[in-house]
C-alpha cells in the first residue's frame, strides 16, 4: 500500500508561481511512475505531468514550458513547479503513483489562480 500526500497549493494571482509536493510512505524508487493530474469543475481528471522511475516525463500540451516536474528520491517526494500561471489552471491537482499494476492517489490539494 502506497499512500501519497499532496501540499502546496493555494490561491495565486495570474502570472504568479506555485509548487506542489507529493511526498510518498515507501520509497520512489519502488514506484515505476509518479505523476500530476488535475481536475476542474464540470471536466474530467486530466494528466498534467509524468515522471517514470528513469526520470522520463512527459507534459500536457496546455503546460508545457509552464510546469516542470521533478523528483526528489531522497525525500521521497515528487514536486510540480508551475510557473506563469493562468485562470485556466485552477483545479484540484491531485498526485497519482503507479506500482505494480496498482494505482494510487492522493486526496488533491486546490490551486485557484485568480485573474
Keep these: 500500500q502506497v499512500q501519497l500526500v499532496e501540499s502546496g497549493g493555494g490561491l495565486v494571482q495570474a502570472g504568479g508561481s506555485l509548487r506542489l509536493s507529493c ?3 515507501v520509497s520512489i524508487f519502488s514506484i515505476d511512475a509518479m505523476g500530476w ?7 474530467q481528471r486530466e494528466l498534467v505531468a509524468d515522471i517514470t522511475s528513469g526520470g522520463s516525463t512527459i507534459y500536457a500540451d496546455s503546460v508545457k514550458g509552464r510546469f516542470t516536474i521533478s523528483r526528489d528520491n531522497a525525500k521521497n517526494t515528487v514536486h510540480l513547479q508551475m510557473n506563469s500561471l493562468k485562470p485556466e489552471d485552477t483545479a484540484v491537482y491531485y498526485c497519482k503513483g503507479v506500482n505494480g499494476g496498482h494505482t494510487y492517489w492522493g ?3 486546490q490551486v485557484t489562480v485568480s485573474s
Excluded: W
Excluded at 37 to 43: I, L, S
Design 23 to 25: 511526498a510518498a510512505s
Design 107 to 109: 486526496q488533491g490539494t
Design 37 to 43: 493530474y488535475r481536475q476542474a469543475p464540470g471536466n
